[in-house]
């Protein structure tokens, strides 16, 4: 089966848990654990107890809603925390959070982690195992985001960081 082009919902469900039972066009079927969500984001806060239950398909199959509680979910956002979630391995599960976190294009994505196009989207799809060494540069390219905002974020206060060596 190929992959969406993006990711669009026929059909979703609340689950007990806070999970949603999700169904995307070309038929592939994910489940998704909110529940540290609900807790982690104050956006979705609401959403505990009854309301969760009260989900629909919004914009045609683009979102999850929440109506009452004027609550949107991107579908997109929901199919990759799906996949990471449902990921056979530990390295898939880096890269596709890595993929959803940084909302980096495909040939950005491909540049920044230094493979080629065709291979994140391979990756993205679940199609194909991700290597322990793109799960590291995952990992690396993390580490030097933090890394260039700290040091921006010292010269913008004027100040400096000094590392010493033991």
């Known amino acids: 089966m190929l ?12 689950l007990s848990d806070y999970r949603l039972a999700l169904t995307f066009i070309d038929g592939q079927q994910l ?7 609900l ?4 956006g979705l806060q609401p959403l505990q107890g009854v309301a969760f239950e009260y989900v629909a398909l919004g914009d045609d199959g683009w979102s999850v809603e929440w109506p009452e509680l004027d609550i949107q979910i991107g579908a997109d956002t929901l199919y990759l925390d799906a996949l990471a979630q ?5 390295n898939t599960r880096i890269f596709i959070d890595w993929r959803a976190r940084t909302g980096l294009p495909l040939n950005q994505a491909a540049e920044a982690l230094g493979v ?11 199609r194909e195992a991700v290597p322990r060494s793109l799960a590291l ?13 700290s040091s921006r974020a010292a010269e913008d206060t004027g100040r400096y960081i000094v590392t010493r060596k033991s």
């Open 3 to 14: 992959p969406m082009k993006r990711p669009r919902l026929s059909a979703v469900q609340a």
């Open 31 to 37: 489940l998704l654990d909110l529940s540290r969500d």
């Open 39 to 42: 807790h982690a984001y104050p």
């Open 86 to 90: 449902n990921a056979a391995d530990e």
């Open 116 to 126: 080629s196009t065709r291979s994140i989207t391979r990756y993205s799809s679940g």
């Open 137 to 149: 540069a995952c990992l690396g390219w993390d580490f030097l985001q933090q890394q260039t905002n």
